[in-house]
């Protein structure tokens, strides 16, 4: 049996964590800018990532003539626009709900493109309007396709 003393130390100290101020853990996610992966040649692996808010997002040059951006009308309202410089790690911390199309500003038109959905969707029909051209336009309905919907 525990005495009067273990037991109120006990509650003192399950007391004190419930008051702790909740933090989320937050997760940072790796992609990788590839001259060659598994979906072919020019490719962010993954392509497709699902974070929440709060959560970093890091694109490692694995090789050489990349960078990320993000795309004009493919962001959530209010967040903010990145672009990371050639040949660049970037990190960026996606702290608003939606909907971010990213890509690769010389290998666009070859389909170098990621979609990330943080939280909720809530700019789908926006980021779905944006008009894509080459084989970004097929990369990204297919990655659009894998937004569940809100």
């Known amino acids: ?5 273990e037991v109120m130390l006990g509650a003192a100290g399950t007391i004190a964590l419930v008051a702790l101020p909740a933090r989320a853990a937050t997760t940072d996610h790796q992609v ?3 001259n060659k ?5 020019m490719v962010y692996e993954p392509d497709f990532i699902v974070a929440a808010p709060g959560d970093t997002v890091t694109f490692v040059p694995t090789d050489k003539s990349h960078n990320a951006e ?5 962001i959530p309202d209010d967040a903010t626009a990145f672009k990371g410089k050639m ?11 939606g909907v971010y199309g990213v890509k690769c500003l010389p290998h666009y038109g070859m ?23 080459g ?15 809100v």
């Open 111 to 133: 389909g170098m493109v990621a979609l990330i959905v943080v939280g909720k969707p809530v700019n789908l029909d926006q980021a779905k309007a944006v008009k894509q051209t």
């Open 37 to 41: 992966g598994k979906k072919g040649a």
């Open 135 to 149: 084989k970004a336009k097929k990369v990204f309905e297919e990655l659009l396709a894998q937004v569940p919907a």
């Open 70 to 74: 993000s795309i004009k009308g493919m």
């Open 87 to 97: 040949n660049e790690q970037i990190t960026v911390t996606l702290e608003k709900e």
């Open 32 to 34: 990788m800018m590839l």
């Open 1 to 5: 049996m525990f005495t009067r003393r």
